[in-house]
């Protein structure tokens, strides 16, 4: 059973940076892709960036490609997101999430694959 455990979010003005983390309970390390999503205020969670096990390949949602970055750090068992030039519409609560994966390249994009999530980190930017 994986634990994870985000931080590192708060309140922000539009344009500023932010990065959060994640820390798991055991390594990641261990085959595990790792994913950020969002959920904000009267909406669905939605996906946000995934980064592989091995951490050589990421993806992002359209709406933060070139502003986002997710990197990981196996032997802190951490992984993070950066977030640059913020905007309002970024304001949620972010969860970080883990799928245990066979290969070290796989990475997944959908909330189903990943089988443990954090608690979620509150996000807000102001206009």
């Known amino acids: 059973q994986v634990q994870l455990v985000e931080s590192g979010g708060g309140l922000v003005q539009a344009g500023d940076s932010l990065k959060l983390s994640c820390a798991a309970s055991?390594?990641?390390?261990?085959?595990?892709?790792m994913g950020w999503f969002r959920q904000a205020p009267g909406k669905e969670r939605g996906f946000v960036a995934a980064?592989?096990?091995?951490?050589?390949?990421?993806y992002y949602a359209d709406s933060v490609k070139g502003r986002f970055t997710a990197s990981r750090d196996n032997v802190k068992n951490t992984v993070y997101l950066q977030m640059n030039s913020l905007k309002p519409e970024d304001t949620a609560v972010y969860y970080c999430?883990?799928?245990?994966?066979?290969?070290?390249?796989?990475?997944?994009?959908?909330?189903?694959?990943?089988?443990?999530w954090g608690q979620g980190t509150q996000v807000t930017v102001s206009s």
């Open positions: 999430a883990a799928a245990r994966v066979a290969y070290s390249d796989t990475l997944y994009y959908t909330e189903r694959q990943y089988s443990y």
């Open positions: 055991e390594r990641t390390g261990s085959n595990y892709a």
């Open positions: 980064i592989s096990w091995s951490g050589r390949r990421t």
